[in-house]
């Protein structure tokens, strides 16, 4: 956004929400400026949110209608921002429904939330089954309730007829159970440990094997047009899953996949492991990575890459050219940057099939 001349990258993410207050991450950076973060309460005055951060400046929330709110940033000087946030509009349904996994913990059945952008009409449809990531180093239990998905990637899924799942693995989200991939014995954060990392990594895997055969019995879901991905840990649990079913995905899209932090003193031990894993999967996969990434940085991304190909594995590496400013691992929303990539990958997953349908 920008104003009176200043150009602004500013990030807002309202965490918690009451009756009468929010509290609002504000993330901004400009032209004149460093980056600095900070959490706002902002106060609920009928149909707007009130803010002010500590050096003065203030902003406001207008809700115009369900779909549109109105922004408005004052600079501690009297200048002055505005801009229109909308919700993307997805074509189609978004459901939300319950996975049974068949496992129990203190005598209840694990169930899995799954949220699901589906195109208009009958079906079947082609499946993006789309796999989230972590909640940074693991040490804020209170994101772990969150639900994630990316309006942005369902958007450019279904416009182009594809259906795109959701899944939240056990413990986050709606999703009930244990939250287990891999922390230190005190919960205190995620761990870089194999001991533990590499466990809860298999931990994963066995959701997304609930939800993958959930999907194969509905009969929505076109089985001989499925891909499989996921952002940071979930593009790295899509490569290895689909390592482990070779026959069942035409493609795999990995967005900033890793398993865990490169600054930790094992991830050479732990990352180049699960992306050898993926080596198995016969078909097309694409790495997408940015610079500017705190976790994974493209040198790093690049040594897991050499080592899926070393052990067989196709795919092909691109980095996407993000600015200066942007964080280069949450790139979902950046749909201008992958999404020729992505129709790329869709585009051959389609000619493959023809192949396939025409041999038959």
């Not at 089954?129 to 369902?154: C, E, K, M, Q, Y």
Request: charged share 20%; glycine share 12%; net charge negative.
């Amino acid at each position: 956004m920008g104003g009176q001349g200043r150009p602004y990258d500013v990030k807002l993410i309202v965490e918690k929400l009451s009756l009468h207050d929010a509290t609002i991450v504000c993330v901004r950076a400009s032209d004149g400026q460093d980056v600095f973060s900070e959490r706002v309460i902002a106060r609920i005055h009928e149909s707007e949110l009130r803010g002010r951060l500590t050096n003065g400046a203030s902003l406001q929330f207008r809700l115009r209608n369900p779909r549109v709110v109105e922004l408005v940033w004052r600079e501690p000087d009297g200048r002055w921002i505005a801009g229109v946030l909308s919700q993307l509009s997805v074509e189609g349904q978004r459901t939300i429904e319950r996975v049974a996994t068949g496992a129990f913990e203190h005598g209840e059945q694990i169930t899995l939330e799954m949220v699901t952008f589906k195109p208009a009409g009958p079906g079947p449809f082609p499946t993006l089954v789309f796999n989230h990531g972590s909640t940074g180093i693991g040490n804020d239990p209170s994101l772990f309730t969150s639900t994630v998905t990316s309006p942005a990637l369902a958007k450019h899924f279904t416009d182009r007829g594809w259906m795109v799942v959701f899944p939240q693995r056990r413990g986050r989200g709606k999703s009930n159970g244990l939250y287990d991939e891999g922390f230190e014995p005190d919960r205190s954060q995620y761990s870089d440990d194999p001991r533990y990392a590499l466990p809860g990594f298999e931990h994963a895997l066995l959701d997304v094997a609930c939800v993958v055969d959930h999907l194969l019995a509905r009969p929505d879901v076109d089985h001989e047009n499925l891909l499989i991905g996921g952002h940071s840990r979930g593009g790295f649990l899509a490569l290895a899953f689909a390592g482990i079913r070779p026959d069942l995905f035409g493609g795999v899209l990995n967005f900033v996949g890793g398993w865990v932090d490169e600054h930790g003193p094992a991830s050479e031990m732990i990352n180049p492991v699960i992306a050898r894993r993926g080596a198995r999967f016969p078909g097309p996969t694409v790495w997408l990575y940015a610079e500017n990434d705190p976790f994974y940085s493209v040198a790093h991304s690049r040594k897991n890459f050499h080592a899926f190909e070393v052990a067989g594995g196709q795919g092909q590496f691109h980095v996407l050219e993000t600015s200066p400013r942007q964080d280069g691992h949450h790139i979902l929303s950046l749909t201008s940057l992958w999404g020729p990539v992505v129709d790329g990958l869709l585009e051959l997953v389609g000619k493959r099939n023809d192949r396939r349908s025409t041999s038959n």
